[in-house]
């Protein structure tokens, strides 16, 4: 489970609810969860969009789940000191959480604007405290919602909106995808976890106010900035979400940064 707030609506009342032994959750950023799902150590579980598409041999996507947003999503910014457009060539530092985001930006920049900066990765607030501020910062999540409050970037390009307005698209960017080697051997058990996710994020949406409230304080931000947050998150995989994922495959794969695959989407239900 990646462990942003942005997951809350069906991790809270995961947590409240789901107390079988033999299910072991493992919270981290999307990256880590990327790496341990691709070197099975993890069974099933939200990863990067961009993780499917680099191995999709090895796993099928739950029907009906994501992490995505139709239009601006609040934490995947690109936050800058200068316009977009005055980027080409310059030093841009890059999240070492996401790797899905991390595609996402180079496709607005060097697709949408036609710049071509300088990426860099390295932990966000130690490269912002160091000697060496960096003109450009990809944040995400949790972090991106702290620099958001801070208001030390005069310019923030919300990445999902960016797409939205050149596609006019949803962007996913997470999945909840499982390993196709254990799907073949416990289908079952995939199925029941599947129901229990579908499950706490019904419920999840249904409280969403109580929850605002639970989790807000970890950015910290207040309840009434949680709440128009976690609306803007969207958790479905309905046909919008799957034609999204395509168009974004689309690019990779002709930019090489996906296997070629990845297409048509395979979908576990």
Same mark, same amino acid.
């Not at 995947?76 to 991390?102: A, C, H, I, N, Y």
């Not at 300088?118 to 912002?128: A, K, N, Q, V």
């Not at 909840?176 to 080697?181: I, N």
């Given at each position: 489970?990646? *462990?942003? $707030? *942005?997951?809350?609506?069906?991790?809270?009342?995961?947590?409240?609810?789901?107390?079988?032994?033999?299910?072991? $959750?493992?919270?981290?950023?999307?990256?880590?969860? *990327?790496?341990?799902?691709?070197? #099975?150590?993890?069974?099933?579980?939200? =990863?990067?969009?961009?993780?499917?598409?680099?191995?999709?041999?090895?796993?099928?996507?739950?029907?009906?789940?994501?992490?995505?947003?139709?239009?601006?999503?609040?934490?995947?910014?690109?936050?800058?000191?200068?316009?977009?457009?005055? !980027?080409?060539?310059?030093?841009?530092?890059?999240?070492?959480?996401?790797?899905? #985001?991390?595609? !996402?930006?180079?496709?607005?920049?060097?697709?949408?604007?036609?710049?071509?900066?300088?990426?860099?990765?390295?932990?966000?607030?130690?490269?912002?405290?160091?000697?060496?501020?960096?003109?450009?910062?990809?944040?995400?999540?949790?972090?991106?919602?702290?620099?958001?409050?801070?208001?030390?970037?005069?310019?923030?390009?919300? !990445?999902?909106?960016?797409?939205?307005?050149?596609?006019? !698209?949803?962007?996913?960017?997470? =999945?909840?995808? =499982?390993?196709?080697?254990?799907?073949?051997?416990?289908?079952?058990?995939?199925?029941?976890?599947?129901?229990?996710?579908?499950?706490?994020?019904?419920?999840?949406?249904?409280?969403?106010?109580?929850?605002?409230?639970?989790?807000?304080?970890?950015?910290?931000?207040?309840?009434?900035?949680? #709440?128009?947050?976690?609306?803007?998150?969207?958790?479905?995989?309905?046909?919008?979400?799957?034609?999204?994922?395509?168009?974004?495959?689309?690019?990779?794969?002709?930019?090489?940064?996906?296997?070629?695959?990845?297409?048509?989407?395979?979908?576990?239900?």
């Amino acid at each position: 489970m990646v *462990n942003y $707030i *942005n997951t809350a609506p069906i991790y809270e009342i995961w947590k409240e609810q789901v107390h079988e032994e033999e299910w072991r $959750i493992i919270e981290a950023p999307p990256s880590r969860l *990327n790496r341990m799902l691709a070197a #099975s150590e993890l069974d099933l579980g939200f =990863v990067s969009s961009c993780e499917y598409a680099s191995r999709p041999d090895r796993y099928r996507i739950l029907a009906d789940l994501s992490i995505s947003a139709t239009g601006p999503v609040g934490s995947v910014f690109l936050f800058s000191q200068v316009e977009p457009e005055k !980027l080409d060539g310059e030093r841009v530092l890059m999240t070492g959480q996401s790797d899905t #985001s991390v595609c !996402l930006l180079k496709l607005v920049l060097e697709e949408f604007v036609g710049v071509q900066p300088e990426y860099y990765r390295g932990d966000i607030f130690t490269e912002l405290s160091g000697c060496r501020q960096p003109l450009a910062v990809l944040a995400i999540g949790d972090e991106a919602l702290r620099l958001r409050f801070e208001r030390r970037f005069p310019v923030r390009l919300d !990445l999902a909106e960016a797409w939205h307005d050149q596609t006019d !698209l949803p962007f996913v960017f997470a =999945v909840c995808a =499982v390993r196709r080697q254990y799907l073949r051997h416990h289908a079952g058990e995939v199925r029941k976890i599947h129901q229990t996710l579908l499950t706490c994020r019904a419920r999840g949406l249904a409280r969403l106010p109580e929850i605002c409230a639970r989790v807000a304080r970890r950015i910290p931000m207040d309840c009434a900035a949680c #709440s128009s947050y976690l609306h803007a998150m969207e958790y479905d995989l309905q046909y919008s979400k799957q034609e999204a994922l395509t168009k974004f495959f689309e690019l990779l794969v002709r930019r090489k940064e996906a296997d070629a695959h990845c297409l048509p989407l395979k979908v576990f239900s």
